[in-house]
């Protein structure tokens, strides 16, 4: 394990178990380098891109802080290349409102120490301890670096595992509307028998986080609560839970007999597509269908397109972090036409085309499947209605 690695894995560990200050820090996210991949650790990985123009920078640690809108970047170097480290840390300051840099402590030098206080650089020291000697204080960021920042941000929380979709039909995450009243906080422990005469999967906290996703309910620690949104989606659908369970049996097959949610329940379907009308990886894949003349694409031509209109977004809604990191240039531009089918998010091509199908957005067409073997982007045609 090379010094710069163990300095990331304390590092990471210490902000994740302490937080900054007296804030807790929510999402922490490791570069996907591929020297950093094999420690399971430091998951979950994403590349974060500060965009300076001419040149783009890639933080070791990105996080945010339970406000909810603070985020901060963390530089790591081992025993050398601490001048190198800060020059880094102090250009992150254009997109992140605090910027660290981490390294042994035995080479922090006082000297060192005294250039990134005075840069408003926090010092982290790492031994068989990690200790903060230096707390910058909150900057703002420059407006350009930060936006692109928060999008990208944004966009991984919207495909982080339990934020996304896990489920190819909508009527599991459809189905809380029917059951919850509103004005009423749900224990966890009393949803399965909510549920009863509804052939729910088992593992039925995935289509309650998929609620969420949607807005449909809002979770608080082991409560459940129907949203004002899911109270005003409750009058579109079925009133009993039975014939909530009919409707799922005409749609869970779409691939065998054809039917969509769109087809057998026009209004629950229409519920769900504004639902989805607010999600930005909707947005950005119905704006990037609307640049080709017939509404229709092939998946890579799509995620080509779609990095074109919204590269912040992009990179991370179609690909996954491995081989975002991989295929990314010195400026931050994607080499589309290096990638492979196993570097797509399967997640993209089965359950959000899914889902999308079922609203009636997309033309039912097929899905590109389970995973990415035996994938072809070129065979997975994306139209819309």
């Keep these: ?15 994740k178990s302490n937080g900054l200050e007296e804030h807790n820090v ?48 963390v530089e790591a170097k081992g025993d050398d290349d601490l001048l190198k480290g800060l020059a880094q840390a102090e250009i992150y300051q254009n997109g992140f409102h605090y910027s660290f840099l981490a390294a ?27 200790r903060i000697l230096f707390y910058p204080e909150a900057k703002m960021p420059l407006r350009h670096a930060f936006k692109f920042i928060s999008l990208q941000m944004e966009s991984v929380i919207q495909v982080t595992k339990g934020h ?20 009423v906080s749900y224990s966890f422990d ?24 949607l807005g449909i309910v809002r979770i608080l620690g082991k409560l459940v609560e129907l949203t004002p949104i899911g109270s005003a989606v409750k009058v579109l659908l079925p009133t009993n839970i039975e014939t909530w369970a009919e409707v799922h049996k005409q749609v869970k ?32 894949v119905i704006e990037g269908l609307h640049k080709f003349e017939s509404h229709t694409a092939n998946f890579a031509d799509l995620a080509q397109v779609c990095d074109q209109i919204d590269h912040a977004r992009a990179p991370i809604f179609f690909l996954e972090p491995k081989a975002a990191a991989l295929l990314v240039d010195n400026k931050g531009k994607i080499n589309w036409g290096q990638i492979k089918s196993e570097d797509y998010r399967s997640t993209m091509f089965q359950q959000y085309k899914s889902i999308l199908i079922h609203a009636g957005i997309l033309k039912n067409t097929k899905l590109g499947g389970t995973t990415a073997k035996n994938y072809d982007p070129q065979e997975d045609i994306w139209e819309l209605i």
């Excluded at 028998?193 to 309650?208: E, I, T, V």
């Excluded at 097959?253 to 329940?265: E, F, H, K, M, P």
């Design 190 to 213: 009393n949803l399965p028998r909510l549920l009863r005469g509804y052939p729910m999967p088992k593992d039925w906290n995935q289509a309650l986080t998929g609620a969420q996703k």
């Design 104 to 130: 042994n402590a035995s080479a922090w030098g006082t000297s060192l120490i005294k250039f990134a206080r005075r840069k408003n650089i926090g010092v982290i020291t790492v031994s068989d301890v990690v």
């Design 26 to 73: 929510v999402r922490i996210y490791t570069d996907a380098h591929h020297t950093l991949l094999s420690h399971k650790a430091l998951e979950p990985f994403q590349r974060f891109t500060l965009d300076m123009g001419d040149f783009v920078l890639h933080p070791d640690i990105v996080g945010q802080l339970d406000d909810g809108e603070t985020i901060f970047a």
């Design 1 to 15: 394990m090379t010094e710069e690695v163990n300095v990331i894995l304390k590092t990471h560990h210490f902000l």
């Design 164 to 183: 996304t979709f896990y489920f190819n039909v909508p009527t599991h995450y459809l189905v809380w509307s029917i059951i919850l009243e509103s004005d």
């Design 253 to 284: 097959l779409r691939s065998t007999n054809g039917v969509a949610l769109v087809n057998c329940q026009p209004q629950a379907a229409a519920a769900l597509r504004i639902l989805l009308l607010q999600n930005p990886i909707t947005r950005l």
